[in-house]
């Protein structure tokens, strides 16, 4: 008998929509763009040629609309795999799971999804400027490993070689390692994006190797992870979200992946901090690729 989820774990709320998200099964497009700065949805809100639903409930915040014929729905995450879990699993929630039995449907529905954000480069070819996307994941936080499917979607020959290659302190977390949806990377890098491989930090300072009055546990952080190799691909750059956008997506069934602005150059020590235009030109071409 297919399970029946209690209302402690599938929280919906007294208006019918799901707990965090505040958004009805009916009210997401089967495309999704996911970004972490709530105000970045108005920006590709901006390109609808129609809206049919707006939510905003704490970093959540969400447009459905029409662009070129296509539904798309815009979602803000918030920074963080931690939000990530929420998103993803609530995503899913929404297309898989009936709300009035709480049972899962038992035709399931796949998401297309895409993030759109921003990220420190970490190579002399991915300077200030340049559109990165994230062929695999190499997930610091930790979150992969809570869940029974993580072995199934995880490239373990990747985890070993970073382990290895890293000299990975046993205090942290286990570094897990994933791909993005093959067929959604081709059609959405094109031929303008590096591809590479994304370190996804739980933390903006140290994580990432920045060192303001905290000194770092590994001076020799970044330097070791710019100098990782992997069947040809370097580490392009640091970013928080991708490894949990890929991994949630593949354990649910869905497709994914993750494309960001570089604004930091790590080895230049230059950064941008007025680079709005720069990621609207990106989402728009996300949205026309997606």
Avoid at 133 to 146: E, H, P, R
Avoid at 209 to 228: H, M, P, V
């Amino acid at each position: 008998m297919n399970r029946i989820i209690p209302s402690s774990e599938l929280i919906i709320n007294e208006d019918g929509t799901i707990f965090h998200l505040h958004l009805r099964p009916n009210q997401i497009a089967s495309k999704v763009i996911l970004m972490g700065d709530p105000n970045r949805v108005d920006t590709v809100a901006s390109f609808f040629d129609s809206i049919e639903i707006e939510t905003i409930n704490r970093e959540f915040h969400s447009i459905t609309g029409t662009y070129q014929g296509k539904r798309v729905t815009a979602l803000s995450t918030g920074i963080g795999c931690d939000n990530i879990d929420i998103v993803m699993t609530e995503l899913d929630a929404l297309v898989n799971i009936d709300f009035s039995t709480r049972q899962i449907k038992e035709k399931l529905t796949s998401l297309e999804i895409v993030r759109v954000g921003t990220c420190g480069g970490l190579q002399e070819n991915t300077p200030v400027g340049t559109y990165i996307a994230s062929a695999k994941s190499i997930g610091l936080d930790g979150l992969l490993n809570f869940y029974a499917k993580k072995d199934e979607v995880c490239d373990e020959e990747l985890e070993k070689q970073f382990i290895a290659h890293m000299n990975w302190e046993k205090t942290l977390c286990i570094p897990y390692a994933v791909s993005a949806n093959q067929t959604l990377l081709e059609r959405i890098s094109g031929n303008d994006m590096i591809k590479g491989i994304t370190v996804c930090c739980g933390g903006f300072y140290g994580p990432q190797g920045r060192e303001l009055r905290l000194s770092l546990a590994d001076s020799n952080l970044n330097t070791k992870i710019q100098s990782f190799e992997y069947n040809g691909l370097h580490v392009t750059n640091y970013e928080m979200e991708s490894s949990a956008v890929a991994g949630m997506a593949q354990m649910l069934g869905h497709k994914a992946m993750t494309c960001c602005l570089v604004i930091a150059g790590r080895r230049s020590g230059e950064a941008n901090t007025t680079y709005k235009n720069s990621i609207k030109s990106l989402v728009e071409l996300v949205l026309k690729r997606i």
